[in-house]
Each structure stands twice: as C-alpha cells, then as structure tokens.
C-alpha cells in the first residue's frame, strides 16, 4: 500500500499543477480539459488516500488508475495531441466509477 500511497500523492500534486495552468496559462478547450481533468485527478487522489486508510485494497488501485487514465488523456490533448485519446478519457472514468463500488462494498462488508 506504501506504493499506491505515493502514487496518490503526486497525483495530487500533479492535479494542482494541471488545474493551476488551465485556470492561468491555457485558453479555451485546453484550459477547460486541465481544469477537468486536475478536478478529477485531485478528489480520487485524496479518495485514494482515505481508501488506503480504511484498509482498502482495490478501490484505491482504482482510483489512481483511473484518474491517470482520465486525466492523463485530457492533458495530452490540452498539449496538443491527438482528440482520438478522447476515446479512452471514458476507460478511466469506469475505473473511478468501479473504485466508488469497491469502497463501498468493502465499507459494507467490514465489521465495526
């Protein structure tokens, strides 16, 4: 868990640097993608964390590739890369998606 830990937390930090250059140094569609994409990355970084905490063991792995899927991709086009990795933006979105279902399966299952 120390890995996914870490991972969390340059994700975090990477997410406050995409949406503070797409709040300050991007304009239109690219600015809107980081500002997007560094919300996203930003709250399953730090639901990542607290999955850790709870002494989760898929969900945070989830979250974390999730939103470096969906993230990732809208930074790559906000640099100027192909829209086609537009096509895998939703991959990344099902696996945050699935990471929500897995946290609150094993909330359920875990005893007080």
Do not use: D
Request: glycine share 16%; net charge positive.
């Amino acid at each position: 868990m120390k890995l996914v830990t870490v991972l969390a937390a340059l994700s975090g930090a990477l997410a406050v640097a995409a949406g503070a250059f797409g709040a300050h140094g991007a304009t239109g569609q690219a600015a809107e993608w980081l500002r997007t994409g560094g919300q996203y990355q930003l709250i399953h970084a730090v639901a990542a964390l607290v999955a850790v905490r709870m002494g989760m063991r898929r969900s945070p792995w989830l979250f974390v590739g999730g939103a470096g899927l969906f993230a990732g991709t809208l930074y790559l086009m906000a640099l100027g890369l192909p829209h086609w990795l537009g096509a895998i933006t939703p991959i990344g979105g099902a696996a945050l998606i699935a990471g929500w279902i897995c946290l609150a399966v094993g909330a359920a299952r875990a005893k007080p």
